[in-house]
């Protein structure tokens, strides 16, 4: 069972956790995601494609990202989300924290912070090593490829994120 901190709305923890996608936050209670962007030197983004069994938006394109761990900070989490998911290591990369938004959700028991990372590495393709089990395909896209994505309604978060792609 994977568990996950509950933060108040000042992004401190409480001190206490919940169980992953377990949706009993009180109003006032918070989770914490990331996403992190994996840009090449030359300006493209990293992007992968939600495998079609996920409950939740598949075929989807998106950056890697998934909730933080209890104990975990939020840089940890997405050097982890981002290895598992594309086999790449960012720890060495330059970059970091862009920023961080929040999301209330009154009475879904589904309100988190958002902190959105971006990291610049240059790897070759066969460097990418898909984690089958989350990720369909990948595709290097510049900037303005992962806006029209976004026009055609297949990119996650696009609107919450976009400031990563400038």
Not at 77 to 95: C, F, H, P, Q, Y
Not at 131 to 144: F, M, P, R, S
Request: negative net charge; hydrophobic residues 35%.
């Amino acid at each position: 069972m994977e568990l996950w901190d509950i933060y108040d709305r000042n992004k401190k923890p409480t001190g206490r956790t919940m169980e992953r996608n377990h949706w009993t936050l009180k109003d006032d209670e918070y989770h914490l995601t990331v996403l992190g962007a994996v840009c090449t030197p030359d300006g493209r983004y990293l992007i992968t494609r939600r495998v079609m069994t996920k409950a939740w938006a598949p075929g989807a394109w998106e950056v890697s990202g998934g909730g933080c761990r209890a104990g975990e900070t939020s840089e940890q989490a997405i050097r982890r989300e981002i290895l598992e998911e594309t086999g790449l290591d960012v720890k060495n990369a330059s970059g970091g924290l862009v920023f961080t938004y929040h999301r209330e959700n009154p009475g879904e028991g589904d309100n988190y912070f958002a902190d959105v990372y971006r990291y610049v590495c240059d790897f070759a393709p066969e460097d990418v090593k898909i984690q089958k089990e989350e990720v369909l395909d990948w595709k290097l896209a510049t900037a303005e490829e992962i806006e029209k994505i976004a026009k055609e309604g297949e990119f996650l978060h696009y609107d919450s994120i976009r400031r990563i792609f400038a």
